[in-house]
Protein backbone atom coordinates (compact mmCIF):
# COMPACT_ATOMS: atom_id res chain seq x y z
CA UNK A 1 0.00 0.00 0.00
CA UNK A 2 0.88 3.79 -0.79
CA UNK A 3 1.22 5.55 2.35
CA UNK A 4 1.69 9.08 0.42
CA UNK A 5 -0.91 11.06 -0.09
CA UNK A 6 -2.16 12.05 -3.84
CA UNK A 7 0.14 15.52 -4.44
CA UNK A 8 -2.67 18.08 -5.05
CA UNK A 9 -3.25 20.44 -8.57
CA UNK A 10 0.16 22.04 -8.51
CA UNK A 11 1.90 19.15 -7.78
CA UNK A 12 0.96 17.60 -10.66
CA UNK A 13 1.18 20.40 -12.90
CA UNK A 14 4.09 21.94 -12.04
CA UNK A 15 6.12 20.68 -14.85
CA UNK A 16 4.19 22.70 -17.40
CA UNK A 17 3.02 25.76 -15.41
CA UNK A 18 6.31 27.02 -14.23
CA UNK A 19 7.60 27.59 -18.09
CA UNK A 20 4.58 28.92 -19.31
CA UNK A 21 4.18 31.08 -16.70
CA UNK A 22 7.82 32.23 -16.95
CA UNK A 23 7.49 33.07 -20.96
CA UNK A 24 4.14 34.84 -20.49
CA UNK A 25 6.24 36.93 -18.35
CA UNK A 26 8.88 37.76 -20.32
CA UNK A 27 6.68 38.06 -23.11
CA UNK A 28 4.67 40.69 -20.94
CA UNK A 29 8.21 42.21 -20.10
CA UNK A 30 9.16 42.61 -24.11
CA UNK A 31 5.45 44.29 -25.36
CA UNK A 32 5.75 46.76 -22.34
CA UNK A 33 9.21 47.70 -23.23
CA UNK A 34 8.43 47.52 -27.06
CA UNK A 35 5.31 49.51 -26.48
CA UNK A 36 7.74 52.47 -24.44
CA UNK A 37 9.92 52.41 -27.01
CA UNK A 38 7.56 53.02 -29.79
CA UNK A 39 6.00 56.13 -27.35
CA UNK A 40 9.63 57.28 -27.07
CA UNK A 41 10.02 57.12 -30.94
CA UNK A 42 6.52 58.63 -31.49
CA UNK A 43 7.32 61.32 -29.13
CA UNK A 44 10.86 62.36 -30.66
CA UNK A 45 8.90 62.39 -34.10
CA UNK A 46 6.17 64.81 -32.42
CA UNK A 47 8.27 67.05 -31.02
CA UNK A 48 10.85 67.32 -34.51
CA UNK A 49 7.71 67.62 -36.59
CA UNK A 50 6.40 70.97 -34.70
CA UNK A 51 9.50 72.27 -34.76
CA UNK A 52 9.82 75.81 -37.14
CA UNK A 53 12.28 74.32 -39.51
CA UNK A 54 9.82 71.61 -40.66
CA UNK A 55 7.11 73.19 -40.58
CA UNK A 56 8.17 76.29 -42.32
CA UNK A 57 9.65 73.57 -45.23
CA UNK A 58 6.59 71.83 -45.06
CA UNK A 59 4.70 74.88 -45.79
CA UNK A 60 6.94 75.59 -49.11
CA UNK A 61 6.76 71.93 -50.13
CA UNK A 62 3.03 72.13 -50.05
CA UNK A 63 2.62 75.18 -51.66
CA UNK A 64 5.43 74.57 -54.57
CA UNK A 65 3.47 73.18 -57.44
CA UNK A 66 6.27 69.96 -58.60
CA UNK A 67 5.95 68.66 -54.92
CA UNK A 68 1.87 68.30 -55.89
CA UNK A 69 2.82 67.01 -58.83
CA UNK A 70 5.15 64.45 -57.46
CA UNK A 71 3.87 63.83 -54.10
CA UNK A 72 -0.26 64.88 -54.51
CA UNK A 73 -2.24 66.04 -51.97
CA UNK A 74 -2.46 65.40 -48.81
CA UNK A 75 1.46 65.91 -47.96
CA UNK A 76 2.25 64.15 -44.68
CA UNK A 77 5.51 63.53 -42.43
CA UNK A 78 6.36 60.10 -42.10
CA UNK A 79 8.29 58.55 -38.89
CA UNK A 80 11.89 58.69 -38.98
CA UNK A 81 13.62 61.50 -38.45
CA UNK A 82 17.23 62.01 -38.73
CA UNK A 83 19.74 64.61 -37.88
CA UNK A 84 19.56 67.03 -35.42
CA UNK A 85 18.12 70.19 -34.28
CA UNK A 86 19.92 72.07 -31.59
CA UNK A 87 18.15 75.70 -29.70
CA UNK A 88 19.72 77.48 -27.27
CA UNK A 89 18.19 80.90 -25.96
CA UNK A 90 17.64 82.89 -29.62
CA UNK A 91 20.07 80.88 -31.32
CA UNK A 92 20.67 77.01 -32.99
CA UNK A 93 21.09 75.37 -35.75
CA UNK A 94 19.08 72.34 -38.01
CA UNK A 95 19.97 70.00 -40.14
CA UNK A 96 17.54 67.60 -40.63
CA UNK A 97 16.34 64.43 -42.76
CA UNK A 98 12.59 63.82 -42.55
CA UNK A 99 10.60 61.55 -44.53
CA UNK A 100 7.71 63.01 -46.70
CA UNK A 101 4.65 60.65 -48.37
CA UNK A 102 1.39 61.55 -50.16
CA UNK A 103 -0.76 59.42 -52.89
CA UNK A 104 1.33 60.00 -55.25
CA UNK A 105 5.09 58.58 -53.74
CA UNK A 106 7.21 59.79 -51.20
CA UNK A 107 10.81 61.04 -50.35
CA UNK A 108 12.76 62.76 -47.75
CA UNK A 109 12.29 66.50 -46.96
CA UNK A 110 15.96 67.89 -45.95
CA UNK A 111 16.57 71.18 -44.30
CA UNK A 112 19.52 72.90 -43.20
CA UNK A 113 19.66 76.19 -41.33
CA UNK A 114 21.08 78.68 -38.63
CA UNK A 115 19.17 80.53 -35.98
CA UNK A 116 20.42 84.00 -34.85
CA UNK A 117 18.63 86.42 -32.55
CA UNK A 118 15.34 84.29 -32.73
CA UNK A 119 15.14 83.93 -36.53
CA UNK A 120 16.03 81.26 -38.90
CA UNK A 121 17.93 81.49 -41.97
CA UNK A 122 17.88 78.48 -44.96
CA UNK A 123 20.84 77.31 -46.82
CA UNK A 124 19.17 74.19 -48.17
CA UNK A 125 16.05 73.37 -48.08
CA UNK A 126 15.08 70.77 -50.82
CA UNK A 127 12.88 67.24 -51.64
CA UNK A 128 14.55 63.86 -52.89
CA UNK A 129 11.74 61.70 -54.84
CA UNK A 130 12.10 58.23 -54.11
CA UNK A 131 13.21 56.27 -57.15
CA UNK A 132 14.64 59.06 -58.91
CA UNK A 133 17.41 60.94 -58.84
CA UNK A 134 15.54 63.83 -58.91
CA UNK A 135 15.44 66.96 -56.33
CA UNK A 136 13.08 69.95 -55.82
CA UNK A 137 14.97 72.48 -54.46
CA UNK A 138 12.00 74.38 -52.75
CA UNK A 139 14.33 77.76 -51.62
CA UNK A 140 15.35 78.36 -55.51
CA UNK A 141 12.44 81.40 -56.65
CA UNK A 142 10.73 83.75 -55.02
CA UNK A 143 7.54 82.02 -56.77
CA UNK A 144 7.76 79.39 -54.38
CA UNK A 145 8.45 80.87 -51.15
CA UNK A 146 5.99 80.10 -48.25
CA UNK A 147 3.05 82.15 -47.72
CA UNK A 148 3.92 85.50 -46.09
CA UNK A 149 2.29 86.18 -42.23
CA UNK A 150 0.15 89.30 -42.46
CA UNK A 151 0.95 91.68 -40.28
CA UNK A 152 -2.62 93.21 -38.59
CA UNK A 153 -3.94 96.17 -39.72
CA UNK A 154 -4.01 99.03 -37.42
CA UNK A 155 -7.32 100.05 -36.31
CA UNK A 156 -7.97 103.23 -36.13
CA UNK A 157 -10.31 104.45 -33.91
CA UNK A 158 -14.10 105.97 -35.22
CA UNK A 159 -13.72 109.84 -34.56
CA UNK A 160 -16.46 110.91 -32.44
CA UNK A 161 -18.11 114.54 -31.96
CA UNK A 162 -16.64 115.85 -28.67
CA UNK A 163 -19.68 117.61 -27.06
CA UNK A 164 -19.48 120.64 -24.74
CA UNK A 165 -20.24 119.21 -20.99
CA UNK A 166 -22.67 122.22 -20.22
CA UNK A 167 -24.58 121.77 -23.01
CA UNK A 168 -28.73 120.97 -22.69
CA UNK A 169 -29.15 117.22 -23.74
CA UNK A 170 -30.82 116.60 -26.91
CA UNK A 171 -34.11 115.47 -26.75
CA UNK A 172 -34.69 111.58 -27.36
CA UNK A 173 -36.35 110.85 -31.04
CA UNK A 174 -39.59 109.79 -30.59
CA UNK A 175 -40.54 106.23 -31.70
Known sequence: MNDRPNPGWFGRNWKWLVPTGC???????????????GLGVKG???????????RHALALAKAHPEVQAAFGEPLETGMGFQGSLTTHNDSGSADL????KGPKGSGRLYVKGEREADRWTYRLIEIAVDGSERRIDLLGSPAQSAPKE?????????????RDPDAP??????A
Open 23 to 37: LTVLLLFALVLAGLI
Open 44 to 54: VSGLMSGSEPV
Open 97 to 100: SVPI
Open 150 to 162: VAPQETVPEKTEE
Open 169 to 174: AEPAAA
